[in-house]
């Protein structure tokens, strides 16, 4: 019945696929990849280049604005329909492209930034970890939702601007078991990186762990 009613369709050019596809392998290739992978010092890695503990940084694809991109990542969040199956593929498939470059050597554990429990009840799950998932499936890399937790149920970082992107992340997090993470490398992974505060918040918790290194992978970075 749900099939009859409500066809699977591929988020970007709506052409209906199987059901164990979530995009269309043409659009898949056609999404903008931002070859970050290989490039040191890139638009990603110049908003933590400050931080003394910062490694490396990346995103799989550009992000803009009424994009196909914004529709797939719409897609994997939000909605009656929402398909967070779809933050898992692209992280695939962006490991695997990633694993042509030496991105990932060397990085210990990945990290996805944590959603406040209230949030997590409401959505039903964490897109972040359905990313890591794809991750650590291609790449070996353990996954650990345990360390970093979110204590504060902060507004919708999509919702903010400019220096409230920062204002609304701080001191929301915290570490469990700090000393698990020393002299760690960790991947800090989330969906979209813009002005990069979130990713900031976790580093400021991470920071006092003695020799432990922090990079940051997200699916799509804005421009």
Not at 29 to 37: D, V
Not at 80 to 100: H, N, R, S, T
Not at 140 to 160: E, V, W
């Amino acid at each position: 019945m749900k099939d009859l009613f409500f066809p699977k369709t591929c988020p970007i050019c709506g052409h209906q696929i199987e059901e164990n596809e979530v995009i269309c392998s043409d659009c898949m290739h056609q999404l903008p990849r931002t070859e970050q992978a290989e490039q040191r010092d890139n638009v990603t890695e110049a908003l933590f280049c400050h931080e003394p503990k910062f490694e490396r940084g990346a995103a799989f694809l550009f992000f803009l604005k009424d994009s196909p991109v914004q529709h797939v990542v719409h897609k994997m969040k939000y909605g009656l329909f929402a398909d967070p199956k779809i933050g898992y593929v692209l992280a695939k498939e962006a490991a695997c492209e990633f694993m042509q470059s030496d991105f990932f050597e060397g990085i210990d554990l990945l990290i996805p930034v944590p959603l406040h429990p209230k949030r997590y009840r409401e959505r039903g799950f964490n897109q972040a970890e359905w990313i890591g998932k794809g991750i650590s499936e291609i790449t070996g890399i353990p996954m650990d939702t345990t360390h970093l937790t979110r204590t504060h149920n902060n507004a919708h970082q999509a919702r903010t601007t400019g220096r409230k992107r920062t204002e609304n992340v701080k001191d929301i997090f915290t570490v469990n078991h700090p000393e698990e993470l020393y002299n760690k490398h960790v991947l800090i992974v989330d969906d979209i990186i813009t002005t990069g505060a979130t990713m900031l918040a976790c580093m400021d918790v991470l920071r006092p762990i003695r020799k432990c290194r922090y990079s940051v992978f997200g699916i799509g970075k804005t421009r």
